[in-house]
């Protein structure tokens, strides 16, 4: 497995951004039952960044946590069969990977948020790499039984590697 780590931003949230991406990335990749290593993209940035990127991709003018941008068009969230008929778009050709996407996160929005669901800064960015890795697996949160599907798959996700409300940094 490669992830790439990015870091534009001048917050230090004094955490090990890739010890902690590496095992909530794992975690997931194996709660979706993936069958492949997989490349990941991280970029970390502040709330400017990520109002940037959302604006010029989803036309919000607005910051938010964290962006995806899965590499497959998904049939079924999950089913990663869709990328056999395709090896050469989906697979990096040196190191056949899979590659999965990109995760844009706001670090101001991981400690702001840390601080209004009375969690750690470890356990909230840990959190949105998990709902970027569902994302980056097909899945979605648009139908409220698609967010309550979502919403029990992260906990269980965090909750497999003991990410749990109570962290403390």
């Given at each position: 497995m490669t992830i790439l780590i990015e870091n534009e931003s001048e917050l230090d949230v004094g955490i090990d951004y890739k010890e902690i991406a590496i095992e909530v990335i794992n975690a997931a990749l194996d709660y979706i039952k993936c069958p492949y290593e997989c490349e990941i993209n991280i970029l970390l940035t502040d709330n400017e960044g990520i109002r940037e990127t959302n604006q010029r991709m989803r036309g919000i003018d607005a910051p938010t946590d964290v962006l995806s941008f899965?590499?497959?068009?998904?049939?079924?969230?999950?089913?990663?069969?869709?990328?056999?008929n395709d090896v050469l778009s989906y697979f990096d050709a040196e190191k056949g990977e899979l590659l999965l996407g990109d995760i844009m996160i706001s670090l101001e929005r991981v400690t702001e948020q840390a601080k209004q669901f009375n969690h750690s800064v470890k356990r909230e960015y840990?959190?949105?790499?998990?709902?970027?890795?569902?994302?980056?697996?097909?899945?979605?949160?648009?139908?409220?039984?698609?967010?309550?599907?979502?919403?029990?798959?992260?906990?269980?996700?965090?909750?497999?590697?003991?990410?749990?409300r109570e962290i403390t940094d």
């Open positions: 899965p590499m497959i068009e998904f049939e079924t969230e999950g089913d990663f069969s869709v990328v056999e840990a959190f949105l790499i998990a709902h970027s890795m569902l994302h980056l697996s097909g899945y979605d949160h648009m139908e409220e039984d698609e967010r309550m599907q979502m919403e029990r798959m992260q906990e269980e996700i965090l909750q497999s590697i003991g990410y749990t």
